[in-house]
């Protein structure tokens, strides 16, 4: 049997690098690489050493947020291989449309650890949550902290960010709760009871412990300040005098804008939400969108070498998905 798996993983990682190499030609080819370069030439190589050496920890504390949100479901996932399959799925989120890679990143746990699909979701989708929730927090200080008279456009952002987000999540929950309960589910819609049992039974698992609660947003909270600390160090290597409450807030929004994946790796879109909350505290808005380019293409390049070497040099089977297979097991699925 190992003889048969050698040669399909190998096929596997050569498609991975294809199709990341054809996404990357796209993209690259839609951008103005002589203003780009002047840019980084502007900033300098050294600053731009330092910011990829600091954008490498993160990665690593995904992989472990994600170690510890799936410990908290009952799944026991190593941390080196966690950490690579942790940055694998958001590289493929970068190539793959409608954030396919945290479908396969599910898959791929499924497949070598036996994580239940369910319990697999939600870990996943938990990480999605808390970013959302500490970024949205973090956003919310940095306003705070903006100069008297800035404020009124940024304002505007995070109370619609925080009503979009209660919301959301309240909402959620009373569907989940009350009308997807059993006795409510006739005909058709009892389809829909595995998939309630598969993810409402994680989800409180993963609200029980208010101690693992401060943990993983305490996680979460260092992968952003870091990044906040990289789009501060380029503005200022830039020569824009930006504080780093201001860069907070752009990182939040820029990062809200992905939420819906307009574009491959939302290359325009993350440019444009960054350079227009930097406009809050009067950057201009040519330089801010330099800054936030040059920020996000460090952001995704780092990722991208990363997620390719860890499926290099590590066995995932993101690829080996059968969507019928899927469908099946979440058919059969009565609870995680």
């Known amino acids: 049997m190992a003889t048969e798996r050698a040669p399909s993983a190998g096929r596997r990682r050569r498609l991975a690098l294809a199709v990341a190499v054809a996404v990357l030609a796209a993209v690259g080819a839609s951008l103005e690489w002589d203003e780009v370069g002047r840019r980084m030439a502007q900033a300098g190589p050294v600053l731009l050493a330092v910011c990829t050496l600091v954008y490498l920890p993160p990665w690593v504390l995904r992989g472990l947020r994600w170690r510890q949100l799936a410990a908290d479901l009952g799944d026991s996932v190593p941390l080196w291989p966690a950490t690579c399959l942790a940055t694998v799925g958001n590289m493929l989120n970068l190539i793959l449309p409608a954030k396919a890679g945290d479908l396969l990143w599910t898959h791929a746990a499924h497949v070598r650890w036996g994580v239940p699909y369910g319990r697999g979701v939600v870990g996943v989708l938990a990480g999605r949550v808390l970013d959302l929730v500490v970024l949205a927090g973090l956003g919310g200080v940095a306003l705070v902290a903006l100069p008297?008279?800035?404020e009124e456009h940024g304002a505007t952002v995070a109370l619609s960010v925080a009503a979009v987000l209660g919301g959301g999540i309240l909402g959620v929950q009373l569907v989940l709760r009350r009308r997807l309960a059993r006795p409510l589910l006739r005909g058709p819609l009892a389809r829909l009871v595995p998939l309630h049992d598969a993810l409402v039974g994680p989800a409180d698992a993963l609200t029980g412990s208010p101690a693992r609660a401060v943990l993983h947003c305490s996680t979460t909270g260092v992968i952003w300040l870091n990044e906040t600390l990289v789009a501060w160090l380029l503005a200022q290597g830039m020569g824009l005098d930006v504080s780093l409450a201001a860069s907070m807030f752009a990182i939040m929004v820029a990062n809200l804008s992905k939420i819906v994946p307009l574009t491959p790796a939302s290359i325009g879109t993350y440019e444009v939400a960054g350079a227009i909350a930097l406009g809050v505290v009067g950057v201009p808005y040519e330089d801010a969108f330099a800054v936030v380019l040059v920020e996000h293409l460090l952001k995704n390049g780092?990722?991208?070498?990363?997620?390719?070497?860890?499926?290099?040099?590590?066995?995932?089977?993101?690829?080996?998905?059968?969507?019928?297979?899927?469908?099946?097991?979440?058919?059969?699925?009565k609870g995680a």
Do not use: K, M, Y
């Open 302 to 333: 780092v990722n991208l070498i990363l997620g390719l070497v860890a499926l290099w040099i590590e066995d995932l089977p993101v690829f080996s998905a059968d969507l019928s297979g899927v469908r099946r097991a979440w058919a059969q699925l």
């Open 148 to 150: 008297t008279g800035q």
